[in-house]
């Protein structure tokens, strides 16, 4: 019995599941904390670091993630040290451009970055950008091999060390803003560290790269790097031009990245299940197996289509709660905001494995442009929103448009390469579901 247990728990699927859902808990307890050590302003300018930040590292590692997890999943040994030695030389040009980048933008503005809610990105992220290459590598190496138990250490360590950095100011530190970016660099120091002794980064093998290889990574990722960028500017994008309005400013971003945090709730099973599904349906494309391909996407989108119904109807009714629950009683307002992303997680995962899908049987191409529309759809309507309505609220309702037409030009570009039946979304997620809920009774 405890074997079959183990088992269970080892699936690829499984760990990737329990180390987003264990990654999330810890994230929100950071969250909650910081938004009960700071005020508004401050807290927004946080929100600022870590959005910006994001944004910025998906363009970094955006060129060759997603082309290292596909082409690691099949070719020779040889092939797939030249992959991960080609990874790292692209990964260090890159950081060393972005840093000169952001350094001469700080000069330049350096007083109207002051003033502005971006101080602490153009400060701390030249560092962070070093620091944390390592880590990120090791996260995407390991998430083509498919060793989702070493990922799940890997991170839970990382978050796990700031919330106890952040408990411990909370109640006798009490240091600045400043102060815990630094404790985050140290932490990030730290996992990058532990990657390079354990050797799952692969630095060993950078000299192992070669110029085909690169160049072919470069092929694939000028397109899966828009695509990233573009999802990331799909949130993101919201956060900017909220801190950018003279009225809201970073206390409106503080009140929009609560309800924004919560729907983190809704997209730990997505990420998961993209994680583990992405390398399934490249490996089945690089077979010529079409058929398997259209499988996993009816599994995996209708599946998790099925299981958001009633979770969305449970924190729509008690969205008030779950707001002031993490951000406390003076974040309540935006307790329809998170309403409406309780409708927006519903339409979420057809949007998302419509775009894997695309990677998967190698047309990041299409997948990119449907990505373009969601971005010029989503940024028009947010303008809109924030200076002629001056509502956050409407700035999230903009965002279930957006993914609506995310899954309109998605599926015509899916559907055209593997023929799909729209009904076997929902037939063959539901016979998912009920096997997997067979297999867990026994």
Excluded at 181 to 208: C, H, Q, R
Excluded at 272 to 280: C, G, H, Q, V
Excluded at 296 to 310: C, E, M
Excluded at 381 to 387: H, M, P, R, T
């Amino acid at each position: 019995m405890i074997h079959k247990i183990k088992k269970i728990l080892l699936k690829p699927d499984l760990l990737s599941l329990i180390g987003n859902m264990l990654y999330a808990a810890l994230g929100f307890a950071s969250f909650l904390i910081l938004t009960r050590s700071f005020p508004k302003e401050i807290f927004g300018e946080w929100v600022l670091f870590v959005t910006t930040s994001n944004f910025i590292e998906m363009f970094r590692f955006g060129i060759t993630r997603t082309a290292i997890v596909r082409f690691l999943s099949g070719g020779t040994e040889d092939d797939k040290e030249k992959l991960i030695g080609a990874n790292w030389l692209i990964g260090i040009v890159i950081t060393v451009i972005l840093i000169i980048i952001i350094l001469a933008v700080n000069l330049l503005f350096r007083e109207s970055i002051k003033q502005s809610g971006f101080n602490l990105f153009f400060i701390w992220y030249p560092i962070y950008a070093i620091l944390n290459l390592p880590f990120n590598n090791a996260l995407t190496v390991l998430q083509a091999k498919l060793q989702f138990g070493k990922i799940l250490k890997l991170r839970t360590l990382n978050i796990l060390i700031f919330d106890l950095f952040l408990i411990s100011n909370l109640f006798y530190l009490e240091q600045s803003i400043t102060q815990v970016v630094i404790a985050f660099l140290i932490i990030t120091l730290l996992t990058s560290l532990i990657s390079l002794i354990n050797k799952w980064d692969g630095i060993y093998l950078l000299f192992k790269s070669d110029k085909a290889t690169v160049r072919k990574i470069l092929d694939f990722g000028k397109y899966t790097t828009g695509t990233l960028i573009g999802s990331n500017l799909l949130k993101s994008a919201d956060t900017f031009i909220i801190s950018l309005s003279p009225i809201l400013g970073t206390a409106g971003v503080a009140l929009y990245s609560v309800p924004l945090k919560l729907t983190e709730v809704m997209e730990i099973p997505l990420r998961s299940f993209a994680a583990t599904a992405f390398p399934k349906m490249s490996k089945a494309s690089i077979e010529n197996d079409l058929q398997k391909v259209k499988n996993l996407f009816y599994k995996y989108s209708g599946s998790l289509t099925l299981l958001f119904i009633p979770f969305a109807i449970f924190n729509f009714i008690f969205a008030e709660f779950f707001v002031s629950i993490l951000g406390g009683h003076e974040y309540i307002e935006t307790a329809n905001i998170y309403r409406v992303f309780c409708l927006y997680g519903l339409i979420l995962p057809l949007d998302r494995f419509t775009g894997v899908g695309l990677d998967a049987i190698n047309r990041p191409k299409q997948n990119f442009y449907k990505v373009v529309f969601m971005v010029f759809a989503n940024i028009i309507g947010d303008l809109i929103a924030v200076y002629y309505f001056h509502s956050i609220f409407y700035v999230a309702v903009i965002t279930i448009v957006m993914t609506f037409v995310g899954i309109f030009v998605g599926y015509h570009f899916f559907n055209k390469e593997v023929n799909l039946d729209v009904k076997k979304i929902f037939t063959e997620g539901g016979s998912f579901l009920m096997n997997l809920k067979k297999n867990l009774i026994h």
